[in-house]
């Protein structure tokens, strides 16, 4: 047992104990983080290919909803390292007796690792994204996984050099099955063409459980950096535009003056070459809604609407994955807690065919340039 092992075991008596159930307890109160059921044990039948993985960070809880999806899909999980050793207990009680690497280094020179997953503190994804692509593995990075402009061009211009993946988990699209269902409808053309997507992403803060950085815009890049790369990904995937930009984008801070940096309020209006957009992102959430968010997405077609309450009905059906739509025929309600999550076995396939069927690269980092666009540009608010 080597000395970080020892470390992370004796605080799994005290303080690892305390994190694990902290941190699983918010991952499912602040949703697509991880699932109450056990792990997956192996891949599903869809998965068609196999390959190795490993995971450099665990800040935030975002990290087991990636690995399981990485699981489900065909990858082995052979490595983890965290800066924090007591994160490390958890994450084993979960996947096993997986071995903790002692560095970075010593997963980027690991030539049978195939890819490299990231929930470390948001500013540090870019940047660790470009070594684990200079070292020739892929990457896949929890959202936001840029968080700067500068950030954003050193991605690009390492992704033109080493042809690697700069893949984001935005889950909020591909771990939730309403979300997944929206998009067969849409391609399959139940609501003529989109004209416009509008997004609404309340968020419960749970304030106690959250680490230091996260009340820190440079941390974390801004609200609508972080929450709002969600809804960015969604507007263009929705309404297939490959170019858009930003009209108009605002952010304040209402309920903590106690931490200046941080922004709870945050909306903004896009347009594409597909479509319009407006995304609404908050910390608001009350403590008597039974989930961490009434997260709603409204797609208006030319023929007819889609409403997804992805977690809630509030006063209304029970559980999450709801879906409403209207069309030309009538109205009707799809219950889409049984719809199957591909992004795990498409990106694994993506991983050793270089498609791009999980995620398009070009896609993926449009949407963080809108945010971190939007970001910069923002109208300030002030509490009256």
């Not at 797609?299 to 069309?327: C, M, Q, S, W």
Request: glycine share 10%; net charge positive; charged share 20%.
């Amino acid at each position: 047992m080597d000395h970080i092992d020892r470390r992370a075991l004796l605080a799994g008596a005290g303080l690892a104990a305390t994190f694990a159930g902290g941190a699983l307890a918010q991952s499912t109160a602040q949703g697509n983080a991880v699932s109450q059921d056990a792990a997956p044990t192996g891949p599903e039948p869809a998965a068609r290919h196999r390959i190795r993985f490993a995971v450099i960070g665990l800040d935030h809880s975002h990290i087991y909803s990636m690995t399981d999806a990485l699981i489900r899909g065909g990858g082995s999980l052979v490595a983890v390292h965290a800066a924090d050793p007591v994160q490390l207990a958890p994450f084993r009680k979960r996947y096993g007796d997986v071995k903790i690497a002692r560095s970075e280094a010593e997963i980027l020179g690991d030539s049978t690792i195939q890819l490299v997953a990231s929930a470390s503190v948001p500013n540090l994804r870019a940047p660790l994204g470009v070594r684990v692509m200079q070292a020739g593995k892929d990457y896949l990075s929890d959202k936001p996984g840029i968080t700067s402009l500068d950030q954003l061009a050193a991605v690009r211009r390492t992704i033109r050099e080493t042809k690697r993946k700069f893949a984001i988990m935005y889950s909020e699209r591909f771990e939730v099955r309403a979300a997944v269902r929206a998009g067969e409808l849409v391609k399959a053309g139940a609501i003529g063409k989109v004209v416009q997507t509008v997004n609404l992403a309340p968020h419960r803060i749970s304030a106690p459980s959250r680490p230091a950085w996260f009340f820190d815009t440079k941390n974390y890049g801004g609200i609508l950096t972080d929450i709002g790369s969600h809804q960015a990904d969604q507007f263009l995937f929705y309404t297939g535009s490959t170019k858009a930009h930003v009209v108009a984008s605002q952010t304040g801070n209402f309920a903590w003056p106690q931490h200046p940096q941080f922004e709870d309020f945050g909306d903004m209006m896009v347009t594409g070459d597909g479509g319009t957009g407006y995304i609404r992102v908050d910390w608001y959430t009350p403590d008597g809604l039974s989930t961490w968010g009434d997260g709603r997405l409204f797609i208006l077609g030319t023929e007819g609407f889609i409403e997804l309450r992805k977690y809630v009905d509030i006063a209304g059906r029970p559980g999450g994955n709801h879906l409403f739509i209207a069309d030309r025929k009538g109205t009707r309600y799809e219950d889409c807690s049984a719809v199957h999550l591909p992004f795990g076995p498409q990106f694994v396939s993506d991983i050793v065919e270089r498609t791009q069927i999980a995620q398009d690269q070009d896609q993926a980092l449009l949407a963080a340039e809108l945010v971190l666009n939007a970001q910069k540009s923002a109208r300030r608010l002030a509490k009256t």
